[in-house]
């Protein structure tokens, strides 16, 4: 049962457009959100995260975007880099529990 | 402050061996968790330990063991390896704090291939 989804194997973007990467979740109870960036041969890295109480958190050119009722989140990346070309991940959480994983997005950011 | 790090980091077994990986987390950090990641399944979730008890399971089999020392150090152990087994292991380690979110630090993973 896939508690977390990313429907969205890749995705593809020019540099300097908008990158937006989804993520739905079907356990209501989830309290925390986060995304993480994962480049290949290193671990994930924490990029952002969300509490339920809010439904946007924003650091730099990244913003997370929380729509409870529809239980969706998204990450908006503006511009995109080159460098932000990695697999991204979304992970829930509920009352400081463990971290439940999407399957990830592999970003490409041409130029 | 060191990362958290993993050995080994790349890992050959036969099918019906037995491995063992370790993790040894950032300086301070009590908590360890361990995720198994597969093209397609993402990181899944496989045990948590804090001060050398298993938190948290996920479900995985019995196969799949764990441990934490009291230096927080932790090992994961597969006993009876399956082709399926092939995958990333990657450890997180975090602090962590009462009633709070704790950011989770990973490592680099080890890679395990299974022949």
């Known amino acids: 049962d896939q508690q977390v989804k990313q429907n969205s194997p890749s995705l593809s973007v020019q540099e300097g457009r908008i990158s937006i990467l989804n993520c739905d979740y079907t356990n209501s109870m989830f309290d925390y959100f986060l995304w993480y960036k994962k480049y290949p041969a290193e671990g994930p890295t924490f990029l952002i995260s969300i509490s339920s109480i809010k439904d946007k958190n924003e650091d730099g050119r990244f913003t997370v975007f929380l729509n409870k009722s529809a239980k969706h989140l998204s990450l908006h990346i503006v511009p995109s880099q080159p460098g932000d070309s990695a697999v991204y991940f979304c992970a829930a959480s509920r009352n400081t529990d463990k971290l439940i994983f999407g399957t990830g997005t592999r970003l490409q950011v041409f130029p | ?44 979730f496989l045990f948590e330990y804090f001060s050398e008890t298993q938190r948290n399971k996920g479900n995985f089999p019995g196969r799949f063991s764990g441990r934490q020392f009291s230096n927080s150090r932790s090992e994961m152990n597969v006993s009876t390896l399956e082709l399926g087994d092939s995958a990333l292991y990657l450890c997180a380690s975090s602090l962590p704090v009462q009633n709070s979110y704790n950011e989770q630090f990973f490592g680099p993973g080890t890679r395990l291939t299974v022949l």
């Not at chain 2, 050959?12 to 990641?37: A, D, M, N």
């Open chain 2, 1 to 44: 402050k060191a990362g958290v790090t993993q050995t080994p980091r790349y890992l050959i077994k036969t099918r019906g061996q037995q491995v063992t990986l370790s993790c040894s987390p950032i300086s301070g950090h009590r908590s360890v968790s361990w995720y198994q990641q597969t093209p397609g399944q993402g990181l899944q």
